[in-house]
T-cell receptor, first 113, second 115 residues
């Protein structure tokens, strides 16, 4: 019940296309859903996050869509660029910040020209 | 500003040798601190987290241990390294964002190779 399942494991997208990464969770106590971006040799960096009281959050070319009833959330990268090539992790956590984030296993995105 | 430091950046150690990795944070008080390990091409495995000095929660039983001797210092140790301890070790801390949300930020990491 503590798992966050992420798919696909890897993704290849043409430059200018839309990248879509999906995550699903079981624990209905989860209340905070961030996405992290990691470049090789670097620590993950917070990209965008959402709480379940909204169904969508957009920041630039990055959008989180959230479906509370299906217990699913996804990251969309519009107009994908080679610089977006990285590993992306979804995560989830309960309301209190004292509980650690539960991470998905990651998606390696390659954007090709 | 808030900064997280990890050292060393890279480390090559023989099997059976001891290990000490250090993480320190600046610009924040009483942070929650975390140690993660990432094997090559794999996901993030939570090893330990701490909500205060001397308070350590272990997530995965193994030959690693953690200590928090000071508020802003978190140390990962081993008495005898195994080949399977190789990986990218990441320290993270919890910080508050606008809108009363806490989230984890990661340090630059330590690349450990056990030979």
């Amino acid at each position: 019940q503590q798992q966050v399942k992420q798919s696909p494991q890897s993704l290849i997208v043409q430059k200018g296309g839309i990248s879509i990464i999906n995550c699903a969770y079981e624990n209905t106590a989860f209340d905070y859903f961030p996405w992290y971006q990691q470049f090789p040799g670097k620590g993950p960096a917070l990209l965008i996050a959402i709480r379940p009281d909204v169904s969508e959050k957009k920041e630039g070319r990055f959008t989180i869509s959230f479906n509370k009833s299906a217990k699913q959330f996804s990251l969309h990268i519009m107009d994908s660029q080679p610089g977006n090539s990285a590993t992306y992790f979804c995560a989830a956590r309960g309301r209190t910040g004292n509980t650690p984030l539960v991470f998905g296993k990651g998606t390696r995105l390659s954007v090709i020209a | 500003s808030q900064t997280i430091h990890q050292w060393p950046a890279t480390l090559v150690q023989p099997v059976g040798s001891p290990l000490s990795l250090e993480c320190t944070v600046e610009g924040t008080s009483n942070p929650n601190l975390y140690w993660y390990r990432q094997a090559a091409g794999r996901g993030l495995q939570l090893l330990f987290y701490s909500v205060g000095i001397g308070q350590i929660s272990s997530e995965v039983p193994q030959n690693l241990s953690a200590s928090r001797p000071q508020d802003r210092q978190f140390i990962l140790s081993s008495k005898k390294l195994l080949l399977s301890d190789s990986g990218f070790y990441l320290c993270a801390w919890l910080t508050r964002l606008a809108g009363n949300t806490d989230t984890q930020y990661f340090g630059p990491g330590t690349r450990l190779t056990v030979l």
